[in-house]
């Protein structure tokens, strides 16, 4: 099993920053894609990014240019630099690590999430 456990979230100003932190425990195949989601009130879970093990990313539209998803392999854990935060990145962040199967661990695992609350 695969445990994630968030931090950094909070309440900022628009146009401010938060860093999000998200640290993996557990049977962790060194082969995964870790990411960040979010689910506003009413709305259904989006893809905000992903980082593959060998630290390719994605992003989605609308954050593109203000967030940086970055992982530290050694220590099993992602981050997720928000800058030029918008009333509309109000939400809860989760964590998510995917391990591809027939590899130790494999599966589709979830933090508790973050809120993020952006005032205007």
């Known amino acids: 099993q695969v445990q994630l456990v968030e931090s950094g979230g909070g309440l900022v100003q628009a146009g401010g920053s938060l860093r999000l932190s998200c640290a993996a425990s557990?049977?962790?195949?060194?082969?995964?894609?870790m990411g960040w989601y979010r689910q506003a009130p009413g709305k259904q879970r989006e893809v905000v990014a992903t980082?593959?093990?060998?630290?390719?990313?994605n992003y989605a539209d609308s954050v593109k240019g203000r967030f940086t998803i970055s992982r530290d392999n050694a220590k099993n854990t992602v981050y997720l630099q928000m800058n030029g935060l918008k009333p509309e990145d109000t939400a809860v962040y989760y964590c998510?690590?995917?391990?591809?199967?027939?590899?130790?661990?494999?599966?589709?695992?979830w933090g508790q999430g973050t809120q993020v609350t952006v005032s205007s």
């Open positions: 557990g049977s962790i195949f060194r082969v995964n894609v």
């Open positions: 980082i593959t093990s060998t630290s390719s990313t």
């Open positions: 998510n690590i995917v391990i591809p199967y027939g590899f130790r661990g494999s599966g589709d695992y």
